[in-house]
């Protein structure tokens, strides 16, 4: 049987391999989101880890989806619907962080939480496709660091001295695991 059979256009089986994903990144979501208390910056960092691998996993559609307009509209709306759950679901860890006292409170002025959430999703989206891109002959495992601190590089302007500090430490344990790994 081909799969055509179960997929007659390759957007279906776009949105299918999509659904996929977002289970596992819903589950992902919350291992490591489940309640304020998990919330610090070294959990972001370590999520946010998760959720490159994980994207790393998925990268054909990932990137397929990054690049092809989108002509299926149960895929178009899917998409648009993730995005404003995900953006929600941001916006909630964000205003945790400002009363834990290591983000700005100005993130979640309107115009400013716009601005970030864009910058931080379209940094998470094209990651996969700038590694294929550019860094093909570098790879995953040498890339992910910089990608990382490249995703995690959207917070610095609005951390506090408390979310500095916790950020760097939060390298540094990802630093140390890294190289503790034969």
Known sequence: MRITNYFPKKEQLLLAIFREYEEKAARLYQRYQ????????SDFLLYYSKMMDLQYRYRFAMAYLAVQPIGEPELQQHIATRYRQNKANLKKRLSYQVRSGTLREELLEPETFELFSFQIYN???TWVVSLQ????????????PVFLRGIMSCYTPYLTEKGKAELEEAFRQVEKN???VP
């Open 34 to 41: 489940q309640d304020e208390a998990s919330l610090d910056l």
């Open 123 to 125: 940094l998470f989206t």
């Open 133 to 144: 891109l550019y860094y093909k002959d570098e790879g995953y495992e040498q890339m992910k």
């Open 178 to 180: 890294r190289a503790d």
